[in-house]
């Protein structure tokens, strides 16, 4: 009871001092702000604009507070709402954050006194984390120094109407400041204290709902919405630790840097971690000559005041891990100063005449230092050629107190000074070989081979080679080309080409190839005969003709492949050369295959008797008609050799070769036999009689047209039978049964052979002399018309003939050619 009694005093105590207050004309004052729901922003970037590589996150709370002023110096507040903002960004990868401002509507009506009373909504506590952010120093806001109102209203009791206004206020620059979690969290001189936090305001979408009263009852009502001058985002740009590059020398003292280097060079530290590597630093001058000083590099360190843990290492590998401290990321590269002094370098030969201009050079040294050099060797000049070091000396020196090349450069330098390189260009051996073509390898009999010479390097090698040599056995041998074995192994350069090797560069192997001098001839072979029988003996003759201009030896002869199996190997062949007797070598079956050397035998090039006789014998066997062919061959000193080739052919004992002669006619014939007929009441046939032939013989009509243009066509025509003064009836007749047409391909050739291409059919040849049609055609060639033995039958008559007599009769066969 005494608890309630205690409130409703404190009310009536409160109650009566506004009362009191009020005695006065009382104004009740309204204002109302709407604004709807509205998306602003927070972007986040590298200080140049750029996107900022490194993913940062935003967290913010949406607060209301209501602040209570009496005029007299007091102040509450307290809240009317706190809520955590709704921020998110569209892309993880950017910091670029969308605030959700929720829509806002209120109003106030308040009898005031002296005093005012305020409603605020504003974002606040609003912290940039990030996990690796620690290399951003801070975070600063750019653009304009205001804010704009977006709305503003305001009612002034004083005055008959409400009045709208553009407003602005002094923007405080906003700060973000780093916490201990390496956080950034926002601060600004705009807020308000409750419950003793500090509530910072960010102009960005706040609002302001408010009215005040002064003592002279004058009454102020407002309300308006705060946003960015820069539109509905606030732009923050990420201030980056960094790393100094500072140039000193020993003491600590700055320096001037070297060319292209700048004293106290910054660069950001743009990521956590980060290791910073200095542009340049592998590249940093061991010496460099600023003003009449000459600098030398000493080393480096980092971080300031640390140099006693100088890196002396040269070339320097300038590069560590951030610290996040830029005192401690300091970069102090260090160089010794002292007075410069001139080093000439002259490269001379030995005549002291420069070897090339642009070898020539000059160097700053520090003075008292002691120069050291390696001279090249060998070196190059700008014409390609190589020089070889021989050794130094002084400019003031005379070549004979030249230091050899084993003796290092070294000199004390306490003035300007010129020292001589001295330089003898390098020569090469070049070995000439005259060799045989044939192989590459095989040396000429001539004097001097091989020879030396010499050359300078990257000079060029020239040679006329003579174009005929003739070695020690009397040989003659016609320049044929060269090889560089050194450099194109292989490669033989025609005669027509002239010997030059280029800028020779080393020793070399020149071969200059001959090729032993060749002749021309010509070789035939004849055989005697050439249609022989199975068994029989072929002489043969053939003729070595010397056509060329040096004489034809180092002769071998031998049978080629295409020496049939049906010939036998002769046991002696015969060499009789013009003018001279004949010479006879025996030969072994392997010798006339594999080639037998015809030895003691030259034929000269020249005049009646530039040729030579072969004559061998030998036995032909084969099957009927076969053709047999023969080859030789004579290889020597010709360009290639020789072959020479004809056949024989194993004759027909049943149907002898005819031997035509021309290009077309009859080369055999049948002979119809048909042994002993028993003369029968009744009419009968005969068929030929085996035994008057050789077993398997079937009778065929071959023959040759290799003139006619219109066509060819075979007839035949029988005569009477006739014995003595008795005769046969003219009706007895042959008849030839299943004529098969073949063409005789590859004539006279080891590959002879019957190709059928037509039918002849039936023929009935009666002994009455009429002409009867066999077979024709219209292209040239070889032909042969085939009939098996049993299909050539005699038809006789009853009673036809006389026991015991014996009767003949004439076959003619006629080729016909039409012109």
């Known amino acids: 009871m005494n608890k309630v009694l205690k409130i409703v005093m404190a009310f009536l105590t409160f109650l009566g001092v506004v009362i009191e207050v009020a005695i006065g004309p009382e104004v009740n004052a309204a204002v109302s702000v709407n604004v709807p729901e509205k998306d602003v922003g927070i972007k986040i970037l590298a200080k140049d604009g750029t996107e900022l590589s490194t993913p940062l996150d935003i967290s913010a709370d949406l607060v209301e507070i209501l602040t209570y002023s009496d005029g007299y110096g007091y102040a509450t507040f307290s809240f009317l709402s706190n809520t955590s903002a709704n921020i998110s960004k569209a892309n993880p990868l950017m910091n670029d954050f969308s605030i959700k401002l929720p829509a ?62 553009s407003y602005s206020e002094n923007k405080v620059t ?118 009449s000083n000459i600098y030398t590099y000493q080393g480096w360190y980092k971080g300031a005041g640390n140099q006693a843990s100088i ?47 642009s070898w020539n050079g000059t160097s700053s040294v520090p003075t008292g230092s002691t120069f050291t050099q390696t001279p090249a060797d060998p070196k190059t000049d700008s014409g390609g050629a190589d020089w070889e070091y021989q050794g130094w000396k002084l400019s003031t020196e005379p070549m004979s107190a030249m230091r050899p090349k084993t003796t290092p450069v ?70 044929d080309g060269w090889e560089n074995v050194t450099d194109a192994l292989g490669t033989v350069n025609s005669a027509a080409t002239p010997v030059s090797i280029a800028n020779v560069k080393g020793n070399k192997e020149i071969k200059h190839h001959y090729r032993l001098a060749k002749t021309t001839a010509t070789l035939d072979l004849t ?134 002669t021309g290009n077309a006619g009859l080369i055999n014939l049948p002979d119809f036999r048909f042994g002993a007929v028993e003369v029968k009441p009744y009419a009968q046939t005969k068929g030929l009689d085996s035994s008057s032939y050789q077993a398997g013989y079937n009778p065929y009509i071959r023959y040759m047209d290799q003139e006619s243009l219109s066509g060819w066509s075979l007839t035949t025509k029988l005569g009477q039978f ?28 080891h590959n002879e052979s019957l190709s059928s291409i037509s039918s002849a059919g039936n023929k009935s040849i009666p002994s009455d002399s009429t002409t009867v049609a066999l077979t024709s055609g219209a292209t040239q060639g070889v032909y042969q018309l085939d009939y098996s033995f049993n299909d050539v039958e005699l038809d006789l008559l009853a009673h036809s003939g006389v026991a015991g007599l014996s009767y003949t009769a004439t076959m003619d066969w006629t080729l016909t050619t039409a012109p």
């Not at 590998?317 to 102090?332: C, I, L």
């Not at 006739?722 to 050739?749: M, R």
């Open 527 to 660: 055989p005697n005969p050439q249609l022989v029988g199975n068994g029989g003996t072929v002489n043969w003759t053939s003729r070595l003709t010397n056509t060329g201009l040096t004489a034809l030896k180092d002769l071998k002869l031998k049978a080629t492949s295409n020496w049939a199996s049906g010939l036998s190997h002769p046991t002696q062949v015969t060499i009789t050369p013009a003018g001279g007797s004949p010479v006879n070598f025996t030969v072994s079956p392997g010798d006339w295959t594999s080639g037998f050397n015809l030895t003691g035998i030259s034929i000269p090039s020249s005049g009646p008797n530039n040729y030579a006789g072969i004559t061998f014998t030998d036995t032909a066997t084969g099957a009927v008609n076969q053709v047999l062919p023969a080859e030789i061959e004579i290889d020597g000193n010709m360009a290639s050799p020789m072959t020479a080739e004809n056949f024989v052919r194993i004759d027909d004992p049943d149907e002898p070769n005819l031997k035509p």
């Open 410 to 479: 070294s000199q004390v330098i306490n003035a300007h000074t010129t020292i001589q390189y001295v330089y003898r260009k390098k020569q090469h051996t070049l070995i000439e070989r005259i060799v045989d073509v044939s192989d590459g390898t095989t040396l000429i009999g001539v004097t001097p081979n091989p020879n030396t010479v010499s050359t300078d390097d990257n000079d060029t090698y020239t040679k006329t080679p003579t174009a005929t040599l003739t070695d020690s056995s009397g040989d003659d041998w016609n320049y």
């Open 174 to 291: 906003d700060l973000f400041v780093k916490q201990n979690d390496d956080s950034y969290l926002y601060d600004s001189s705009f807020g308000y204290t409750v419950n003793g936090i500090k509530y910072k305001r960010l102009g960005l979408g706040a609002i302001e709902l408010g009215e005040q009263s002064g003592n002279n009852n004058a009454t102020i009502d407002r309300a308006y919405t705060i946003f960015s001058e820069q539109g509905n985002t606030n732009y923050y740009y990420a201030n980056l630790h960094r790393v100094k590059e500072v140039f000193e020398n020993l003491s600590g003292g700055l320096i001037n840097p070297p060319s292209g280097y700048t004293q106290n060079r910054t660069s950001d530290v743009t990521s956590d971690p980060f290791n910073y590597t200095m542009s340049g630093g592998s590249t940093l001058p061991k010496t460099y000559v600023s003003g």
């Open 722 to 749: 006739i014995s003595g003064s008795k005769t046969l009836p003219t009706t007895t007749t042959i008849q030839l049964k299943n004529g098969d047409l073949k063409e005789v391909q590859n004539y006279n050739k």
């Open 311 to 357: 890196d002396t290492t040269y070339p320097p590998n300038v590069s560590f891990g951030s610290e996040f401290d830029d005192s401690k990321d300091e970069v102090h590269i260090v160089y010794d100063v002292k007075a410069a002094r001139t080093v000439t370098e002259q490269y001379i030969d030995e005549s002291s005449v420069f070897v090339d201009p």
């Open 104 to 165: 806002y509507s209120r109003s106030t009506s308040y009898p005031v006194m002296n005093g005012a009373r305020t409603i605020n909504r504003y974002l606040s506590n609003i912290k940039i984390t990030g996990v690796n952010a620690r290399h951003i120093k801070s975070f600063v806001c750019q653009g304009g120094n205001t804010f704009n109102y977006y709305t503003w209203s305001q009612r002034n009791s004083n005055l008959p109407v409400e009045s709208t206004a």
